[in-house]
């Protein structure tokens, strides 16, 4: 069953810090991550319900590129995940500097995640023996401890951190127009910020649409479904899905070449592929090299997806907050809270191509919290907003996003335009570059973001 979205105003329930507060006191970054980048700390409250700090404080890490000159103004860049860090864009600023050239970068580190406060202070902590990341015995004590203290966990929600990007937009300083950025999850989090009230920027650009929330064929557990869709599209004739299915079986059937597939899941292997456009090409490549009971072209693929990675860059603060993960994915992202990893089994025994996301959605182990009046909803009021989205998106799917667009437009929130990348597969700015840099460059110029292809 399918819901229609509502337009909201959050503020009745959570009464707001201020916008336009003191601006964010940058000085030198004590590390040497990037040279000249300036970084500063704010302190918001745990609980937005709360802003008195009767819950408790947390801080929020940020740091800023600055211009290469003087200003023109500020972009905010809003990481995915949830539980990944503003680091996800360290390795990126090349394009990003290229696409919002004489723009100040501001990018912050999500409650949870990088140097802002932590679920588990103690076992995420920068001196601890897996340093931001969980390690060894640090994984058992720190979910104990989220249980321990469940009240404190649930505030690491989707809607305190959409008033932690308001509070942090509100005090961005300096002159000239501000623009906000967000990929993936980080469009969910826009969105649900834009819910809370007007902000004070000029134009938003959402990379990789977050699908309706309420709409259970693209929500996290349907994620095999997605990235089967987009397989399939991939493998576009029945020889090609006949080679696949006789690979498959063969496989199944060699306990050593089952050994050499990353994870031992061929279908879990396959879908990965579908995220970096040079490993999805070889994959006609691959099929064949398997079916001869080779791995040369295994290891070939296998090089270009840790090319990618390292492309991104590794940094103190890239490690993923899985503890946030699993909150926030639970809470606000998964419409079959009941499902088994039976059925798991059942339904990736009809796909191809299969992600281990909705197993990983299984019995979390940690708390969640209940959904809040922002939960599918829309903002009354949106600034000028244009959406990059990959029509091989196995992640976000074109046609969610599509539908969210249709919503969007339908509300009468604002102006909303959908650029669709050919093509290209999840977050644009890494997969497709010049595509991301022309379409930005236009947006910040007030002109049309043309289609564009890989």
């Known amino acids: 069953m399918l819901f229609p979205p509502r337009l909201t105003l959050l503020p009745a329930l959570f009464a707001c810090a201020g916008l336009h507060a003191a601006p964010l006191a940058f000085t030198p970054c004590a590390d040497a991550v990037l040279p000249g980048s300036l970084c500063a700390l704010q302190t918001v409250p745990l609980s937005h319900g709360k802003p008195d700090g009767a819950a408790g404080e947390l801080q929020l890490f940020v740091r800023k590129i600055p211009s290469q000159g003087k200003p023109k103004g500020s972009v905010w860049l809003v990481a995915g995940g949830p539980g990944e860090s503003g680091a996800s864009f360290y390795g990126l600023l090349p394009t990003l ?10 990018i912050p580190d999500h409650r949870g995640t990088g140097y802002s406060s932590r679920l588990c202070p103690a076992e995420e902590a920068a001196g601890s023996p897996g340093g931001l990341a969980l390690a060894g015995a640090e994984w058992g004590s720190c979910f104990a401890g989220l249980n321990a203290a469940p009240e404190r966990a649930r505030q690491f929600s989707l809607t305190n951190a959409a008033h932690d990007l ?8 300096g002159s000239g127009p501000v623009y906000l950025y967000g990929v993936s999850y980080g469009t969910q989090l826009v969105l649900r910020t834009l819910q809370l009230g007007p902000l004070p920027v000029k134009g938003v650009l959402l990379d990789s649409l977050a699908p309706p929330q309420r709409d259970p064929r693209w929500d996290l557990s349907q994620r095999s479904r997605v990235v089967n869709q987009v397989g399939l599209q991939v493998l576009a004739d029945e020889p090609a899905l006949a080679l696949y299915r006789r690979v498959l079986d063969k496989v199944a059937l060699d306990p050593a ?16 592929l579908l995220d970096v456009p040079a490993a999805r090409a070889r994959i006609p490549y691959l099929l064949r090299d398997l079916d001869q009971g080779e791995t040369t072209e295994l290891a070939s693929v296998r ?11 590794s940094y103190p603060q890239s490690a993923l907050s899985i503890p946030l993960v699993s909150i926030i994915s639970s809470s606000e992202n998964n419409l079959r809270p009941a499902l088994t990893a039976a059925d798991i089994d059942r339904e990736e025994a009809g796909l191809l191509f299969a992600s281990p996301l909705p197993r990983m959605l299984l019995g979390g182990g940690l708390p969640t919290y209940a959904a809040d009046a922002g939960f599918g909803e829309l903002p ?8 990059l989205q990959g029509t091989l998106d196995p992640k976000t799917p074109y046609a969610g996003a599509q539908a969210q667009v249709a919503a969007l437009q339908q509300a009468g929130a604002g102006k909303v335009a959908l650029a669709s990348i050919g093509q290209a597969p999840h977050f644009i700015l890494w997969t497709a570059p010049a595509c991301f840099e022309q379409a930005a460059r236009r947006f910040i110029a007030g002109k049309r973001a043309d289609d564009c292809s890989l």
């Open 97 to 106: 500097r290229r696409s919002f050239p004489g723009y100040d970068l501001l």
């Open 166 to 173: 308001r509070t942090l937009l509100g005090n961005t300083g």
């Open 257 to 272: 070449l089952l050994a050499a597939i990353p994870g031992k899941n061929l279908k879990h292997f396959m879908g990965s």
């Open 303 to 313: 090089a270009l997806l840790a090319e990618a990675a390292a492309s991104l860059g």
């Open 380 to 387: 009354a009021a949106i600034p000028p907003l244009l959406i």
